[in-house]
């Protein structure tokens, strides 16, 4: 190998791994400057730039509190994407200032503590310079054999050590929950018809059931959609007092659909469910899996995380016998999107569902397309973003316990938002208080309207930002804290800004000016 080098003239140090950076300077000739490089003229002239550019979000994620969450989109910036296909070069000093006037005034706000709207993550400065560091380097982590895969490799490791699953187990960063659940669903489907589904489909195959609660997410039926079997496929099982699965609702399905000559094959679970953060008792449906053997796959896109508090780990207890999980860096992770992530107990069942032989993709023992397997066997991406690298550096640079303290800090400040809902007697509690959603209602005749309108008027004044969800077919306003710098004076203004709006919308209703609310 070594004489192999020496042949093509490469210098024994640069060979070697450790301190391969070639000197700076010392085979610097001077380059023509090449009019149709995309690289800059000038490279001073760019990092000035750059720095530039840095500060400024800097300054932004710095001084968060000085602006409003969310503010009404102008015309005028919506004009300034409305312009045909630029054929020519814009200055990026130009291009920064756009963006900086119309583009970061008016985005959906998660970064800022008031949001609470949707279960969005923060993101933090950390993971902002990661995914700057992720951009100059440009790695494809669809596979060969290159260090951001190990950086990929280390993050799976921790998982599998996270959830109590066995080293065996494969994992894989994709762009959200809803592409984790649609891996998951695919694994199953493997399982239940074998790999001929691949070549046969489910046409005349054996009738699949699969089973979710009705407080699952969306993207769990569009999962079943996706997969061929089509939603008729998914029961959708009534929930209890708490929101969970109704354990004997579920057992009776499973019993009816045997009955009617269907293969029930797979569960999916639900920790902190969107409406109201409820987590299914997955001890007894791990219980109900093996004993029916269906697939135990948890949805744990915001919640799964929670693991790192160890109260809500006891929560979760029988998610070390799921067969899969799904769940986002980017929600209580705090680590910027997209992070998805899917976990899955049968490696070899994971790869015998994606995995395809194609020349191009030609695995060898040493050189570039070594590594293998690779990350483009377990989904259906090929290429792929270096997602993995600000989850380290999240993770890094934090450290497990402090991102453990900021979760259960958003269940605190839960908590401490349903106290100040029971103490007016304007307003009521829509849901139990489970984990970190609080649902409720300002008390009203026509509660409905009067909700709907305060939701609207919150996120237009600015301060705070929840949405609105229907809680047992029944309006509410929900207040989902999820990020990292939300703090009790932002519940003080939703509760304060919630009643003073609700006041005025019920006396105009009184006044049957129901035109005139401002
Ligand atoms: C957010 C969420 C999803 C969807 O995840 P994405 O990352 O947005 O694709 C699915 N299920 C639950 C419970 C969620 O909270």
């Given at each position: 190998m070594q004489q192999l080098q020496d042949a093509l003239g490469v210098e024994a140090d640069q060979a070697?791994?450790?301190?391969a950076e070639p000197e700076?300077?010392?085979?610097?000739v001077m380059r023509q400057t090449d009019p149709?490089?995309?690289?800059?003229?000038d490279f001073s002239e760019f990092r000035v730039q750059g720095h530039r550019m840095l500060d400024d979000m800097i300054d932004y994620l710095e001084r968060i509190?000085?602006?409003?969450?969310w503010q009404t989109i102008p015309d005028s910036a919506r004009a300034v994407f409305r312009?045909?296909?630029?054929?020519k070069p814009t200055e990026l000093s130009e291009l920064h200032d756009i963006f900086m006037r119309s583009v970061v005034p008016f985005?959906?706000?998660?970064?800022?503590?008031?949001?609470?709207?949707?279960?969005?993550g923060a993101g933090t400065p950390v993971g902002m310079l990661a995914e700057m560091l992720a951009g100059g380097l440009n790695?494809?982590?669809?596979?060969?054999?290159?260090?951001p895969l190990e950086v990929e490799r280390q993050v799976v490791r921790w998982v599998r050590e996270l959830f109590g699953f066995p080293e065996t187990a494969s994992g894989l960063f994709v762009t959200g929950s809803s592409m984790a659940n649609l891996i998951a669903v695919l694994v199953a489907r493997t399982r239940a018809l074998g790999t001929s589904v691949r070549q046969?489909?489910?046409?005349?195959?054996k009738r699949l059931a699969a089973y979710t609660s009705?407080?699952?997410?969306?993207c769990i039926a569009q999962a079943i959609d996706l997969s061929g079997l089509?939603?008729?496929?998914?029961r959708v099982i009534s929930t209890n007092a708490r929101h969970e699965i109704d354990l004997g609702a579920l057992n009776q399905a499973i019993i009816a659909d045997r009955k009617a000559g269907l293969t029930p094959f797979f569960i999916a679970a639900t920790i902190?469910?969107?409406?109201?953060g409820a987590i299914d008792d997955l001890a007894a449906l791990s219980e109900i899996a093996r004993r029916e053997s269906l697939w135990l796959h948890v949805?744990?896109?915001?919640?799964?995380?929670?693991?790192?508090v160890p109260a809500l780990a006891a929560r979760m207890?029988?998610?070390?016998?799921?067969d899969s999980i799904a769940f986002d860096f980017?929600?209580?992770?705090?680590?910027?999107?997209?992070a998805g992530f899917i976990l899955v107990r049968d490696a070899e069942l994971h790869e015998s569902t994606f995995a395809a032989p194609a020349s191009y993709l030609r695995r060898e023992?040493?050189?570039?397309?070594?590594?293998?397997?690779?990350?483009c066997d377990f989904g259906p991406d090929l290429s792929r973003g270096f997602r993995a690298l600000k989850t380290w550096f999240t993770l890094k640079a934090y450290g497990t316990q402090k991102l453990a303290r900021v979760i259960e800090q958003t269940c605190s400040l839960a908590q401490y938002l349903e106290q100040r809902i029971e103490e007016h007697a304007e307003l009521e509690l829509?849901?139990?208080?489970?984990?970190n959603v609080v649902c409720f209602r300002y008390r009203a005749s026509d509660s409905k309207r009067v909700n709907a309108e305060i939701v609207v008027a919150l996120q237009e004044a600015g301060r705070v930002a929840p949405s609105s969800v229907l809680v047992n077919g029944h309006f509410a306003i929900r207040a989902a804290i999820v990020n990292h710098r939300t703090e009790r004076a932002d519940l003080d203004a939703l509760i304060e800004q919630t009643l003073a709006l609700g006041k005025r919308l019920t006396q105009a209703a009184d006044l049957q000016e129901p035109g005139d609310l401002g």
């Open positions: 070697d791994s450790g301190s700076r300077g010392s085979s610097n149709d490089s995309l690289d800059p003229e509190r000085e602006r409003p969450v312009e045909p296909m630029p054929t985005s959906t706000g998660n970064v800022h503590p008031g949001f609470m709207g949707w279960v969005h790695a494809n982590l669809g596979g060969r054999d290159q260090m046969m489909g489910v046409v005349g195959a009705a407080s699952a997410h969306g089509g939603t008729g496929a998914l902190g469910t969107v409406d109201v949805d744990g896109a915001y919640g799964a995380l929670g693991m790192l207890r029988g998610i070390e016998r799921a980017h929600k209580w992770g705090q680590v910027p999107y997209d023992e040493r050189g570039l397309a070594g590594g293998s397997p690779w990350p829509a849901a139990p208080v489970s984990l």
